[in-house]
């Protein structure tokens, strides 16, 4: 776990607003997702937006890259939307 942060009241609602907690991420598979920028708004610094899968899971995680870790903003299941976007 390492690898990632987050601010732990992020995470609690975070956990509240989705159901997913950020201690999931570790299960998260990187190799498979797709990656893009979340350029949908000035958040300050680079966001960046992953679909793939948590188990059977699909999840969506909001990230940036802070050094060697990635700091975790939000993860939560996929909208239908995006899955049907992203099947493949």
Do not use: P
Not at 7 to 19: I, T, V, Y
Request: include cysteine; hydrophobic fraction near 40%.
């Amino acid at each position: 776990m390492d690898r990632y942060e987050w601010d732990e009241a992020k995470n609690l609602a975070n956990w509240l607003k989705h159901g997913v907690r950020f201690e999931l991420i570790a299960d998260f598979d990187w190799a498979n997702a797709i990656t893009r920028i979340d350029d949908r708004l000035d958040y300050g610094e680079m966001r960046r937006l992953a679909y793939g899968r948590i188990g059977e899971q699909n999840c969506a995680v909001v990230f940036v890259i802070r050094g060697e870790r990635l700091r975790i903003i939000s993860l939560r299941r996929m909208h239908a939307k995006e899955m049907r976007k992203h099947e493949h």
